[in-house]
């Protein structure tokens, strides 16, 4: 069955600091979205993402907040300058023709500020 | 705003048993709707969805009630098995690109 690729599974960082959280999509599939959940709280919709451009995105989704898809395979999400409330997991998820579709997530990836 | 909620956070029903988890939403707009499971330390995974035109979709041991005019959801999980025991999400797509999740239920089997 195709997945949706996270990496990497687990990232601590400093407070201040840049990370990029990385997905790999399934491979016929064109609209790409990341979301977040904090520790024992619901799934949040942080940005959606399609014909490499932003269609949407979340108040959470602030100037800090960036995804691009550099390499046509990869799709990134960069958080520049992390906080500590932005410790959460974060998932990727896409579909193959649009939003009203099932929506494969991946694992996700554990952020931890410190 | 708008938002969908679950009535319960936590349910434990005996092996072999019939579980039903129910969620309210309260986006009149909203025209897909979808159940996630998901087990602990992984990403949400994909059970069953059903649009608004519908009132009832079945799959595998699961079924979706849609009720529009109190703006109910539930899902029905017929026969438990150990493996169902995870938080349940309902979600909905309300006439633009985002899911929205409720808190979830956490279903528990018991053996």
């Known amino acids: 069955e195709p997945e949706v690729t996270q990496t990497p599974s687990h990232q601590v960082t400093q407070m201040g600091q840049e990370v990029i959280l990385r997905c790999v999509p399934i491979?016929?599939?064109?609209?790409f979205y990341w979301y977040r959940q904090i520790l024992g709280q619901k799934v949040e919709f942080l940005v959606s993402f399609y014909n490499n451009e932003i269609s949407e995105k979340s108040e959470i989704f602030d100037d800090q907040f960036s995804v691009e898809r550099p390499d046509g395979s990869n799709f990134t999400l960069k958080i520049r300058s992390t906080k500590l409330e932005d410790s959460a997991m974060y998932f990727c998820?896409?579909?193959?023709?649009?939003?009203?579709?099932?929506?494969?997530f991946g694992q996700g990836t554990r952020l931890t500020v410190v | 705003g708008e938002s969908v909620g679950l009535h319960l956070p936590t349910l434990s029903v005996q092996e072999g048993d019939n579980s039903i988890i129910n969620c309210a939403y309260s986006?009149?707009?909203?025209?897909?709707f979808i159940w996630y499971k998901q087990e602990s330390g992984k990403g949400p995974q994909f059970i069953i969805d059903i649009r608004s035109n519908m009132d009832k979709r079945q799959g595998q041991r699961v079924t979706v009630l849609l009720n529009k005019t109190v703006k109910h959801l539930s899902l029905q999980i017929a026969a438990t098995q150990p493996g169902d025991s995870a938080v349940y999400f309902c979600a909905d797509l309300g006439g633009n690109e985002k899911l929205t999740f409720g808190t979830g239920t956490r279903l528990t089997i018991i053996p």
């Open positions: 491979s016929n599939h064109l609209y």
């Open positions: 998820a896409t579909t193959r023709t649009g939003p009203n579709t099932e929506a494969f």
């Open positions: 986006n009149s707009a909203s025209d897909y």
